[in-house]
C-alpha cells in the first residue's frame, strides 16, 4: 500500500518537475535569444554610429564586458578585437555574418562553440569607411544550462522523495486503519468506507450461515453421541485405517477400556483373530458377524463395512449381549429335553408292559397287575400333558375370565379333592383363618392351591399335617401351606420353581408328580401380580407363603 | 517420505499384534488340549504354528526394509530392533506350544492326578504371555515388569511338577515314557514362561531405552 501509494506520488511528482522544466527552457530560452539578438542590435548600431564618427580610435579607449567587438577589413583580416590580438586572428572573410555584412550592410549568425556548451551570436555592419563591425555574445547552450542545473534538480528530486515518502507513508496510514480496524465478527456495526458495505453485508450474510450451520452440526453431532452413549449395544467407529474414531461407553465396557480410545488403533483393544478377520473382512466390503465371550458375557458382533460412493471409508462393529438370549436358548433347550424324557419313560413302560401281554409271556395271574401298570403310566402321561398345556397356557398369558374369588371356597374344594391321596397317605388337612376375597382368575387360584397342597401331601412324612392358612398380611391377601413332611435343603430351594426340577434327582416314580407342579404356582402367582415365599427346614417341614 | 514411513511403522505394529494374539491363541488352545487329553487339538495348533512362524517372516522383512530404506534413529529405531528381537521370541513360543501339542496324542488322554500341577503351571504361563502381549500393544511398563516377577510362578510349578515325577518314578506308579512326556511338557511351559519375559524385557527396552541386561 505504502509503496504504491509513493509510486505514484513520486512519479506525480517527476512527471511535473520534467514537464515544467522542457516547457520553462523551451519557452525561455527562445524568449532570451530575441531578448539577446534585438540588444545586441541596438547595441550594435549605437557603436557603429559612435565609430562612423569618430573612427576606429574609438575602440582604443574602449572597454566592454559583456559584448566582443571585432572590426574586420572589406578582406577579411581583423583589425581590432576586443578580447584577442588583432594581428593573431585569422582572416574572417568566410564568416557568415561578414559576408552578409559585406553584401547586404547587414549581417547575422548563430554558431555553436565546438564544445557546445556554449552558443554565440553574431551581428554585423558594414561601416563607412568599409570595414565591418561585428558584435558578438557567447550565452550557454540548452543542455549546458540544464546540466547546470542538475544539483538543483537532483535536490528538488531528493526533496520530492522525501516528502513522497512521508506522505505515502501517512496516507496509507491513513487509509488502512479504518480498514484495519473493522469488525468482521460484527460487519454491519462498522462505520467505515461506503465503497465496503456490500462487502460487509455480504460478511455479515456468511456470518449467519456458518452459525447456523454450525448450529445444526453440533445439534447433530450431540443427538448422535446422546443416541449411541445410551445405546444398551456397544458401537464402535472405524476409519479405513483400522483406527477408533468413535467408541460409546456400552462399548468401552465390553472392551474394557478406560481412557479415551478415539484415534487409537482398534487392534489395541481387541486382538482376537476372530475380530481382526472380521474387521478385516470389512475393509474389503464383506458383512460378518460372530458370537463370542467376553468378560464372562457372551456376545454377539456385527461387523460392517461403511462403504460411500464405492470406497470402503472404514467400519462399524456393533456388540449385543446376548447373554440373557443365550440363557434362554438354553432354558429352552434343557425343557424341551426334559419334556421329551418326561414323555418318554412313562412311554417306554407301556410299550414294555403291552409287548410282554401281546407275546403271552404273561402269566394270566399277573395279567391284571401289567394292564393297571399300562393304566397308571397313561394317567402319568395325561397328567403330565395337562400340566404342559397348563403352563403354555400360562407362558402365553391371554387373558381368561377374571371374577371375584373366595379363597375360602377355592381351599375347600381342593381340600375336597386331595381328601382320598391325603388319607391314603395318613396325612391330615386344616384350614384355618377365614374367608377372603381376591379379584382374579379363579381357575388358576385353584391350580395354586390345589399344587402346593399336592406337594403338602407328597412330600409328607407318615401321619403328618398339612395346613393351609388365609388371612391378610400387611393389608394383602395370604395364603400359605404349611406342612411337617421332608423339607428342602438350602441348596434346592432357589431352584425348584423352575420346570422339571427335581430335589430327587432320579425322578422317581415313587412320589408321582411332574415336576411342573411349582413352576405352575409360580407362573399363576406371577399372573396375580403377587408375590410366593418359601420357608423350609430339611426334615421339619416347608412353609409356601402366596401374598396377592 | 515420512508420512511413508510413519505408516509402515503403523503396520509394523500391527502385525507385531497379530502375532501375538496368534502365539496367546495359540497357548490357549494347547493348554486346553493338555488338560482335557484332548489330542484333536494338536492338528489344529500345527497350522497355526505355520501360521506363526510365516508372520515372523513376513514382520522380518518390514523390519529390514524399514532399517535400510528409511534409516530410523532414535525411537524409531529402538522399536524396530525391537520387534526383531520380540518376533523371534514369539517364534520360540509358537514353536514350543506346537512341540506340546505334539506330545499330547502320547499320553492316551490321561488326565489323572498328576496333571492337577500342571494346571495352575498353563494358566501361569497363559497370563505371562497374554500379558507380555498386552504390555506390547499399550506401551504399559508397569505391566511389563509384572510380568519379568510372574515368571517366579511359573519357575515354581514347574519344579513341583519335576518333584512329582521324581515321586511317580521312585513309586513306580507310571510308566517311564509317560512321566518324560509330562516332564518334557512342563520343561516346555517353563521356557514359553523365559520367552514372555523376554518380550516383557524388549517392550520396556523400546520405551525406555534401556534394556535389563545392560
Not at chain 1, 414 to 422: I, K, M, W
Not at chain 1, 428 to 443: D, F, H, K, S, W
Not at chain 1, 492 to 506: A, G, L, M, N
Not at chain 2, 5 to 33: H, T
Amino acid at each position: 500500500m505504502t509503496k504504491k501509494i509513493f509510486r505514484s506520488i513520486i512519479s506525480v511528482a517527476l512527471i511535473v518537475l520534467l514537464s515544467s522544466l522542457v516547457i520553462a527552457t523551451t519557452f525561455l530560452y527562445d524568449y532570451f535569444n530575441q531578448t539577446q539578438v534585438s540588444q545586441l542590435k541596438a547595441e550594435l548600431s549605437l557603436v557603429a554610429d559612435t565609430v562612423n564618427d569618430v573612427g576606429i580610435e574609438y575602440f582604443d579607449n574602449f572597454d566592454s564586458t559583456v559584448f566582443r567587438f571585432t572590426v574586420v577589413a572589406a578582406d577579411g583580416k581583423v583589425l581590432y578585437d576586443t578580447e584577442a590580438d588583432a594581428s593573431e586572428m585569422e582572416n574572417h572573410v568566410d564568416r557568415e555574418e561578414i559576408k552578409e555584412a559585406i553584401e547586404h550592410g547587414k549581417g547575422s549568425s548563430a554558431r555553436n562553440s565546438s564544445t557546445l556548451t556554449e552558443k554565440t551570436f553574431y551581428e554585423a555592419v558594414l561601416l563607412d569607411d568599409g570595414n565591418v563591425l561585428r558584435i558578438s555574445v557567447s550565452q550557454l547552450t540548452v543542455g549546458a544550462l540544464i546540466l547546470s542545473m542538475l544539483p538543483a534538480i537532483c535536490a528538488i528530486v531528493i526533496v520530492a522523495v522525501i516528502v513522497a515518502l512521508v506522505l505515502s507513508h501517512r496516507m496509507a496510514k491513513k487509509v488502512t486503519e479504518p480498514l484495519l480496524n473493522l469488525d468482521l465478527e460484527h460487519p454491519e456495526d462498522n462505520n467505515s468506507y461506503e465503497e465496503l458495505s456490500p462487502i460487509l453485508t455480504k460478511i455479515h450474510k456468511q456470518h449467519k450461515q456458518i452459525k447456523s450451520q454450525m448450529e445444526t452440526l453440533h445439534r447433530k453431532s450431540d443427538e448422535f453421541e446422546q443416541i449411541i452413549s445410551s445405546m444398551s449395544e456397544g458401537l464402535v467407529l472405524l476409519d479405513e485405517h483400522g483406527m477408533v474414531l468413535s467408541m460409546n461407553t456400552a462399548a468401552a465396557s465390553i472392551f474394557s477400556v478406560k481412557e479415551s480410545a478415539v484415534g487409537k488403533d482398534f487392534l489395541v483393544f481387541d486382538r482376537t483373530t476372530d475380530m481382526s478377520k472380521a474387521v478385516e473382512g470389512a475393509f474389503s466390503g464383506k458383512h460378518s458377524e460372530f458370537k463370542t465371550q467376553r468378560n464372562g458375557n457372551e456376545y454377539q458382533f456385527n461387523i460392517n463395512p461403511i462403504v460411500s460412493d464405492g470406497k470402503t471409508l472404514g467400519a462399524v462393529i456393533l456388540a449385543f449381549d446376548i447373554t440373557d438370549k443365550a440363557f434362554a436358548e438354553r432354558n429352552r433347550q434343557e425343557f424341551t429335553a426334559n419334556v421329551t424324557h418326561e414323555l418318554k419313560t412313562p412311554l417306554q413302560s407301556i410299550i414294555g408292559s403291552a409287548e410282554l401281554l401281546e407275546n403271552g409271556l404273561v402269566k394270566p395271574e399277573d395279567t391284571s397287575r401289567f394292564v393297571g401298570n399300562i393304566r397308571k403310566e397313561a394317567t402319568r402321561l395325561v397328567s403330565l400333558i395337562n400340566d404342559i398345556i397348563r403352563l403354555s397356557q400360562l407362558d402365553e398369558n391371554h387373558e381368561p375370565a377374571t371374577e371375584t374369588v373366595d379363597l375360602m371356597d377355592v381351599s375347600k374344594e381342593v381340600v375336597e379333592v386331595l381328601t382320598v391321596s391325603a388319607a391314603k397317605r395318613n396325612v391330615t388337612l386344616n384350614i384355618e383363618g377365614e374367608p377372603q376375597t381376591i379379584y382374579g382368575v379363579r381357575r388358576y387360584i385353584y391350580e395354586i392351591i390345589y399344587n402346593l397342597c399336592d406337594n403338602a401331601i407328597r412330600y409328607n412324612v407318615d401321619g403328618g399335617k398339612v395346613a393351609i392358612s388365609i388371612g391378610k398380611e400387611n393389608g394383602r391377601t395370604a395364603v400359605s401351606v404349611s406342612d411337617t413332611g421332608i423339607g428342602i435343603a438350602p441348596e434346592h430351594q432357589s431352584r425348584i420353581f423352575e420346570r422339571f426340577y427335581r430335589v430327587d434327582k432320579s425322578h422317581s416314580k415313587e412320589t408321582g408328580g411332574t415336576g411342573l407342579g411349582l413352576s405352575i404356582v409360580k407362573h399363576a402367582v406371577a399372573y396375580h401380580s403377587g408375590k410366593v415365599t418359601l420357608e423350609s427346614e430339611l426334615g421339619k417341614g416347608t412353609t409356601v407363603k402366596v401374598v396377592f | 517420505m515420512r508420512n511413508r514411513f510413519d505408516e509402515q511403522l503403523l503396520m509394523l505394529n500391527k502385525k507385531m499384534i497379530e502375532m501375538g494374539a496368534q502365539c496367546e491363541e495359540l497357548i490357549a488352545l494347547v493348554a486346553k488340549a493338555l488338560l482335557n487329553g484332548d489330542s484333536k487339538g494338536a492338528n489344529e495348533a500345527k497350522t497355526k504354528g505355520h501360521e506363526i512362524d510365516q508372520m515372523e517372516r513376513e514382520i522380518e522383512s518390514i523390519c529390514l526394509k524399514l532399517l535400510l530404506q528409511q534409516q530410523p534413529v532414535a525411537r524409531d529405531l529402538r522399536v524396530i530392533s525391537a520387534a526383531l528381537k520380540m518376533i523371534t521370541d514369539m517364534e520360540r513360543i509358537g514353536d514350543q506350544a506346537e512341540d506340546i501339542a505334539e506330545i499330547i496324542p502320547f499320553l492316551d488322554g490321561r488326565t489323572g492326578a498328576e496333571l492337577a500341577d500342571f494346571k495352575p503351571m498353563a494358566e501361569a504361563t497363559c497370563k505371562m504371555v497374554t500379558d507380555s502381549i498386552d504390555a506390547y500393544v499399550k506401551q504399559d511398563l508397569t505391566l511389563a515388569r509384572h510380568v519379568c516377577e510372574h515368571d517366579d510362578v511359573v519357575d515354581d510349578a514347574f519344579s513341583r511338577v519335576k518333584d512329582t515325577l521324581i515321586k511317580m518314578i521312585s513309586e513306580n506308579t507310571a510308566d517311564g515314557e509317560y512321566a518324560v512326556d509330562l516332564l518334557m511338557i512342563a520343561k516346555y511351559f517353563e521356557r514359553i514362561g523365559d520367552h514372555a519375559v523376554n518380550i516383557a524385557e524388549w517392550v520396556e527396552f523400546s520405551v525406555t531405552g534401556t534394556h535389563k541386561g545392560e
